[in-house]
């Protein structure tokens, strides 16, 4: 069974700059969670998608966006990138319902420069 | 705001110690999960645990659930090189369509020494 897959592994980019992250779950979960992982901050939730919808949002600014396709694949976006957006971005993947258990990929690390 | 506070934040031992873990908060959880997480890759899900005063037992790592679901602990017992890493402690949130939002704590980095 194939795990969380995240693309790209690595990205550099440069200030004022987009991005755009992408997440594929493990086959028949039904969420996607996204999370920014720092080391001063530590890993701080930034939203889940469930069936297509935002379910829940963290506290980051409007700049972090993401969304669902029907496969449940997810792709996350951050727009007029700041050099503190520099972080491993997390996804995590989920059965949904009450089942909380999450399974983590192996993260995007991004380089704002 | 659900908080989790973890300790300690660091944790160096020799090969064959035990150690233990806590994790901490004044917030209810649904269930309280363990990861390992090596440097540059994502959280490894070890454990969870969702009933109240639950134990579970991983080989030579013990978890424990508070009673009253807002603590946790984790127990290596001879620990080893292998062991080495950063443990999270991740509470998921208790009530309403919240359940896919994870609060972590800060992390316990634990470095064995052979």
């Known amino acids: 069974k194939a795990g969380v897959t995240q693309t790209p592994r690595y990205l550099i980019k440069t200030r004022g700059q987009q991005v755009t992250l992408s997440c594929s779950p493990i086959?028949?979960?039904?969420?996607v969670s996204w999370y920014q992982q720092t080391p001063g901050q530590g890993l701080q939730f930034l939203f889940e998608?469930?069936?297509?919808?935002?379910?829940n949002k963290g506290n980051f600014p409007g700049r972090f966006s993401g969304r669902q396709f029907s496969n449940s694949r997810s792709e996350m976006n951050v727009s007029t990138l700041e050099l503190g957006d520099s972080a491993l971005y997390l996804c995590a993947s989920r059965r949904g319902g009450e089942n909380t258990e999450a399974f983590f990929g192996q993260g995007t690390r991004l380089t704002v420069v | 705001t659900q908080l989790l506070e973890q300790s300690p934040q660091f944790l160096s031992i020799q090969e064959g110690e035990n150690l233990t873990v806590y994790c901490n908060s004044s917030?209810?959880?649904?269930?309280l999960q363990w990861y390992r997480q090596e440097p540059g890759e994502g959280p490894v899900l070890l454990v969870t645990v969702v009933t109240g005063g639950e134990v579970k037992k991983l080989k030579r790592l013990t978890f424990q659930f508070g009673d009253a679901r807002k603590d946790s602990s984790l127990h290596i017992t001879a620990a080893q090189p292998g062991d080495t890493g950063l443990y999270l402690c991740?509470?998921?949130?208790?009530?309403?369509?919240?359940?896919?939002?994870?609060?972590f704590g800060q992390g316990t980095i634990l470095t064995v020494h052979p």
């Open positions: 991740a509470g998921g949130d208790a009530g309403g369509t919240s359940y896919g939002k994870l609060t």
């Open positions: 086959s028949g979960h039904r969420s």
């Open positions: 998608y469930f069936s297509e919808t935002q379910r």
């Open positions: 917030s209810v959880f649904s269930s």
